[in-house]
């Protein structure tokens, strides 16, 4: 969880008498001049970038722009070259993934992190233990195993795994495997949600609740969410603010009207007018 102190420690103090301008948004999650190099090849080049509570931020960028590598580095499944990452104003460059987790960044798990042959209501089940565990009342409610079920059938009917509750995850289609891959994200309870294409190999009827699921998710105030998404038709709905990764440098940053209009954007994505990548058939970036 991000301490108070944390959310609050970039918002800019209101003078009564004064009109209020927009209150800046909490930041939750910065990186600055982030790199990583494999080799002599830069994946991801001093990129800064702060991230608030309350706001989906879409990342989009050609293929190898390095925005998963980019995610890699703010949940810890990578360590910068150089370069700073902060949760609020805490560094955490050099923690680990495993404690960034349980300080409230939730990264979604990789296909290799299910238990293949335990059901798919198991699998929740024990995310929501593990997050139990790791709370502060060790023996609160949460840790009692018919609370658990519960808590774990309520995250597989927001991701319309329900019915499946009781089969065997190893069977289970590509698309319904990433559904309980962001089950297992939520079941962590994470202020900071990050979604790497979470769509990706869905049939078109099942991207539907992926998108009312992220929504929701965003109407939360408190939480911080980050998207990778190369379908536009899904960055337009959710987008609050989007960025641009290009050859592993960010290159446009800001309100998704601005963002896609940018001369960035059309040299990012090889000339192409924003309008013209908006209509090409299925509308990817
Ligand atoms: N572990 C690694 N070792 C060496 N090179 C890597 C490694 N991980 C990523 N790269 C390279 O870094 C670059 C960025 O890759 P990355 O997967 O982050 O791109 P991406 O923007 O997520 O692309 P896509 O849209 O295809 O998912 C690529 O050139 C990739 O080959
Ligand atoms: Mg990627």
């Known amino acids: 969880m991000i301490a108070p102190q944390f959310a609050t ?52 960028g050609p293929n190898g722009a390095g925005k998963t590598t980019y995610f890699n580095l703010l949940s810890g499944q990578l360590m910068a070259s150089s370069g700073k990452i902060f949760l609020g104003e805490r560094d955490i460059t050099s923690t680990g993934a495993a404690p960034r987790t349980r300080m409230g960044i939730g990264r979604g798990f990789q296909l290799t992190n299910l238990f293949p042959h335990l059901s798919v209501l198991e699998n929740v089940r024990l995310a929501a233990q593990s997050k139990a565990r790791k709370g502060f009342h ?47 994200m939520l079941a962590l309870e994470p202020d900071i949600l990050m979604f790497d294409e979470p769509t990706a190999g869905m049939s078109v009827d099942e ?24 379908k536009m038709d899904v960055v337009r709905s959710l987008a609050d603010r989007i960025i641009v990764l290009q050859d ?38």
């Open 138 to 184: 060790l023996f609160s409610i949460w840790s009692d195993h018919a609370e658990l079920i519960e808590r774990a059938e309520a995250y597989l009917q927001q991701v319309s795994l329900y019915q499946r509750r009781h089969e065997q995850t190893a069977i289970l289609s590509h698309g319904d495997k990433r559904k309980l891959e962001v089950a297992l």
């Open 9 to 60: 420690a970039h918002t800019a103090q209101a003078t009564p008498s004064t009109p209020a301008p927009a209150t800046p948004k909490p930041i939750t999650l910065s990186s600055r001049d982030l790199t990583i190099r494999f080799g002599g090849h830069v994946a991801v080049n001093q990129v800064s970038a702060d991230f608030h509570a309350g706001e989906l931020t879409v990342i989009v």
């Open 207 to 230: 991207v539907p609740v992926i998108i009312n699921l992220i929504q929701a998710i965003k109407q939360n105030q408190q939480k911080t969410v980050l998207l990778v998404e190369h």
């Open 248 to 285: 592993g440098a960010l290159v446009a940053d800001g309100d998704p009207s601005t963002v896609m209009a940018s001369d960035a954007v059309q040299q990012a994505y090889l000339g192409k007018r924003p309008n013209a990548i908006n209509t090409r058939e299925h509308d990817h970036v």
